[in-house]
């Protein structure tokens, strides 16, 4: 029984690693650096970046954009926020990872 117990709850750490971790080590608030309450991390051949761009453009969302292969602090902050791939927000503290219009809007809110 107690090994059932211990396998569930490593699975169950595994499964919300993400919110365990934020909670841990809460991002930094690069924002405020910005006085803005989205930065998009992108290229400037990135698809999906131009896609994030036009979508924020469309909804009126001002945002700082760093181009992570001409600014070191940008993509050093990119690094930090677990990035690995473009493009990666960062809205009011929230990282999110590739093109994803529900949670830009979610975590505006």
């Not at 600014?71 to 930090?80: C, I, L, N, W, Y």
């Not at 677990?82 to 809007?105: A, R, S």
């Amino acid at each position: 029984m107690k090994k059932l117990f211990v396998i569930l709850t490593v699975l169950f750490i595994i499964q919300k690693w993400d919110v365990i971790s934020a909670y841990i080590n809460p991002n930094p608030d690069y924002g405020e650096q910005q006085n803005e309450e989205v930065i998009l991390y992108a290229t400037s051949w990135c698809g999906y970046c131009a896609k994030t761009r036009a979508f924020m453009e469309d909804k009126g969302i001002s945002y700082y954009e760093y181009n992570i292969e001409e600014s070191t602090e940008g993509h050093r902050q990119f690094k930090s926020l677990g990035g690995n791939g473009v493009p990666l927000l960062l809205v009011n503290g929230n990282v999110i990872k590739g093109y994803n219009p529900k949670l830009i809007l979610k975590y505006l809110d």
